[in-house]
């Protein structure tokens, strides 16, 4: 298995662009979240899902958007990219509502 | 990190044992996780405890006081592999997100 994949690994982009960052998993996980992280601010959730066609709001939703047609996929959309969106995105799965398995990250700077 | 409260900074000596300790609101509590992050890297886990006491798994452990609301990870024989960020998690309530310490970041020098 190739657990948590993400991509990009690394994107600059500037100020008013648009994005989607990809996150597949190949567990069959239920269960995904998306991260960001920030330095002293620790993980927050942006989105989660509890299944295929199933998307709620966490943390920090604001500037972000999310969709889940398959149970593989779980990609991140951003409109309208700003300064404040600049940082570290994780992807997570799990099989149940606790465990997480987290991608390797793409960072993101917003110019 | 929502009323989880985790030192910001430890440093130990190679060799030594280094206790990390996190503290948490308990209404709702569900279970409490650990997870190691080295850095630029991303989360791993290390431990789930439900239930009150210590978990051991290799050179690391873990304590629960569900009444307390504290726990800790004990790491022994410390390597300076061991140098990374440790982060405290719970679920609380029906939902059962995790909610995320800010981490402690331990190094771990010669």
């Known amino acids: 298995n190739a657990g948590v994949t993400q991509t990009p690994k690394f994107r600059i982009l500037k100020i008013g662009q648009s994005m989607t960052l990809q996150c597949a998993q190949d567990m069959n996980h239920n269960y995904m979240y998306w991260y960001r992280q920030d330095p002293g601010m620790g993980l927050k959730l942006i989105y989660y899902?509890?299944?295929?066609?199933?998307?709620d709001k966490g943390e920090v939703p604001n500037g972000y958007n999310v969709s889940r047609s398959t149970t593989e996929d779980f990609p991140l959309r951003l409109e309208l990219a700003a300064p404040s969106q600049t940082s570290v995105y994780f992807c997570?799965?799990?099989?149940?509502?606790?465990?997480?398995?987290f991608g390797p990250g793409t960072r993101l700077l917003v110019l | 990190g929502q009323n989880i409260d985790q030192p910001t900074e430890m440093t130990a000596t190679e060799g030594a044992i280094v206790q990390i300790n996190c503290t948490y609101q308990t209404s709702g509590f569900n279970g409490l996780f650990w997870y190691q992050q080295h850095a630029g890297e991303a989360p791993t886990f290390l431990s789930y405890?439900?239930l009150d006491g210590l978990e051991e798994k290799g050179r690391f452990s873990s304590f629960l006081s569900r009444s307390k609301g504290y726990s800790y990870l004990l790491l022994k024989e410390l390597q300076m592999k061991d140098s990374a960020s440790y982060l405290c998690?719970?679920?609380?309530?029906?939902?059962?997100?995790?909610?995320w310490g800010l981490g402690t970041s331990l190094a771990v020098n010669p």
């Open positions: 998690a719970v679920t609380r309530g029906n939902n059962r997100k995790l909610i």
């Open positions: 405890n439900v």
């Open positions: 899902s509890v299944g295929a066609g199933i998307t």
């Open positions: 997570a799965s799990g099989e149940n509502q606790e465990t997480q398995y």
